[in-house]
T-cell receptor, first 113, second 114 residues
C-alpha cells in the first residue's frame, strides 16, 4: 500500500521563475494539504484541497496556488519565486478534510537561487 | 504569534534514559494534540496523539501527558534508544475531524548517546 508520493524530490529554480510540485495521496485518502517547512522550523500550513476545492488557506500570498484532480492527486504552484521560498514542501493526505491519520510525504526540497 | 511553543530547543539523553519534551499552546479551541517524529530527508510521521478529554496516553515506549488547565502537554520517551535520535514536533488542531489543519511547534532535536 503506497504512502504519499511527492515529485520531484529536489528542485533548483531561479528567482522570478515558476514551479509546480506534485503529490499523490495515500490510497483511500481524499484530502491533500500542503505545508512549507523552512530549515530548522516546523511545517507551516499553506492550503488544503478536498473535493477538488481549496477548503482552507494559511497565511501565504496569492503567488501560491494549487489544484486537486479527480483522482485526488494535487499540485502546488508557486509563481514569481523569491529566495525566501526555499524550503521543504510537504504534502499530507487524510480523509474528509480532517487531520486524523495525517500521512506526510517525504517532501520536495526547493532551492531558489 | 506562535500558537504552539516547544521546549527545550535541543536535548541530549543517554541510551536507556527518559526523554521529555514539553509543549505549550495558546488557543483553547484546540482539540487534538499529536506528536510527530521526523528523520533527515523524510516527512514527519505521527508518533502518538491525544484528545483533551484524556490526561495521559501510552503507546509502547511513548507517553503523552496532557494538562488542560495549564494548556500544556508533553512527550515522554522511555528507554531512549539511538534510533530515537530525530526531530520531534508537537502540533495542535481544532475541529480535527473536518476542514482542519495542524499548527506545529518549531521542533526539538533529540540526540540519544550510546
Amino acid at each position: 500500500d503506497a504512502g504519499v508520493t511527492q515529485s520531484p524530490t529536489h528542485l533548483i529554480k531561479t528567482r522570478g521563475q515558476q514551479v509546480t510540485l506534485r503529490c499523490s495521496p495515500k490510497s483511500g485518502h481524499d484530502t491533500v494539504s500542503w505545508y512549507q517547512q523552512a530549515l530548522g522550523q516546523g511545517p507551516q500550513f499553506i492550503f488544503q484541497y478536498y473535493e477538488e476545492e481549496e477548503r482552507q488557506r494559511g497565511n501565504f500570498p496569492d503567488r501560491f496556488s494549487g489544484h486537486q484532480f479527480p483522482n485526488y492527486s494535487s499540485e502546488l504552484n508557486v509563481n514569481a519565486l523569491l529566495l525566501g521560498d526555499s524550503a521543504l514542501y510537504l504534502c499530507a493526505s487524510s480523509l474528509t478534510g480532517g487531520v486524523y491519520g495525517y500521512t506526510f510525504g517525504s517532501g520536495t526540497r526547493l532551492t531558489v537561487v | 504569534q506562535q500558537q504552539v511553543k516547544q521546549s527545550p530547543q535541543s536535548l541530549i539523553v543517554q541510551k536507556g534514559g527518559i526523554s521529555i519534551i514539553n509543549c505549550a499552546y495558546e488557543n483553547t479551541a484546540f482539540d487534538y494534540f499529536p506528536w510527530y517524529q521526523q528523520f533527515p530527508g523524510k516527512g514527519p510521521a505521527l508518533l502518538i496523539a491525544i484528545r483533551p478529554d484524556v490526561s495521559e496516553k501510552k503507546e509502547g515506549r511513548f507517553t503523552i501527558s496532557f494538562n488542560k488547565s495549564a494548556k500544556q502537554f508533553s512527550l515522554h520517551i522511555m528507554d531512549s534508544q539511538p534510533g530515537d535520535s530525530a526531530t520531534y514536533f508537537c502540533a495542535a488542531s481544532k475541529k480535527a475531524g473536518a476542514n482542519s489543519k495542524l499548527t506545529f511547534g518549531k521542533g526539538i532535536t533529540l540526540s540519544v548517546r550510546p
